[in-house]
C-alpha cells in the first residue's frame, strides 16, 4: 500500500519520455549497455563455507546483459569443477584461484585478488 493510495494526491505512474500513462506507452524499452569486458575488474576470493568447503568466488561483475550464466559455463568447464551464480557473484566449488584468472583474462577481464 503506497502513502497516498486512495487519496486525492493518488497519481499512476507516467512514462518519462511521452508523459503518458505506463499502461498506455508505446515509446521502446531502453537499450542496454554492455560493458565491455576491458573495463571490468573481477575481484577473485577463496572462502570457506560450512562443513570446511572451500569456494572460490567471482565479484563484481556486470550482468547488465545477463552474460554472467555464459561466464560461469565457461569457468566451470575450464576448472572441471562444479558452481553456481548467487546474489551476481560466481561461485566456483574448490580453491581454483589460479585457473579461473587464467581464465578471466584470457576473456580479457582485469583480475584483482
Given at each position: 500500500?503506497?502513502?497516498?493510495?486512495?487519496?486525492?494526491?493518488?497519481?499512476?505512474?507516467?512514462?518519462?519520455?511521452?508523459?503518458?500513462?505506463?499502461?498506455?506507452?508505446?515509446?521502446?524499452?531502453?537499450?542496454?549497455?554492455?560493458?565491455?569486458?576491458?573495463?571490468?575488474?573481477?575481484?577473485?576470493?577463496?572462502?570457506?563455507?560450512?562443513?570446511?568447503?572451500?569456494?572460490?568466488?567471482?565479484?563484481?561483475?556486470?550482468?547488465?546483459?545477463?552474460?554472467?550464466?555464459?561466464?560461469?559455463?565457461?569457468?566451470?568447464?575450464?576448472?572441471?569443477?562444479?558452481?553456481?551464480l548467487k546474489e551476481g557473484a560466481i561461485e566456483i566449488q574448490g580453491r581454483q584461484l589460479?585457473?579461473?584468472?587464467?581464465?578471466?583474462?584470457?576473456?580479457?577481464?582485469?583480475?584483482?585478488?
Open positions: 500500500m503506497h502513502l497516498f493510495e486512495g487519496t486525492q494526491w493518488d497519481r499512476p505512474p507516467h512514462c518519462p519520455q511521452c508523459e503518458q500513462l505506463e499502461a498506455d506507452c508505446t515509446c521502446p524499452p531502453p537499450e542496454v549497455e554492455i560493458v565491455p569486458p576491458g573495463k571490468q575488474t573481477a575481484k577473485l576470493a577463496v572462502e570457506k563455507r560450512r562443513k570446511g568447503k572451500v569456494v572460490t568466488v567471482i565479484r563484481n561483475l556486470n550482468d547488465e546483459a545477463d552474460h554472467l550464466p555464459q561466464l560461469l559455463k565457461k569457468v566451470k568447464s575450464a576448472c572441471g569443477a562444479g558452481g553456481t589460479d585457473r579461473v584468472r587464467d581464465v578471466l583474462t584470457t576473456l580479457g577481464y582485469r583480475t584483482q585478488g
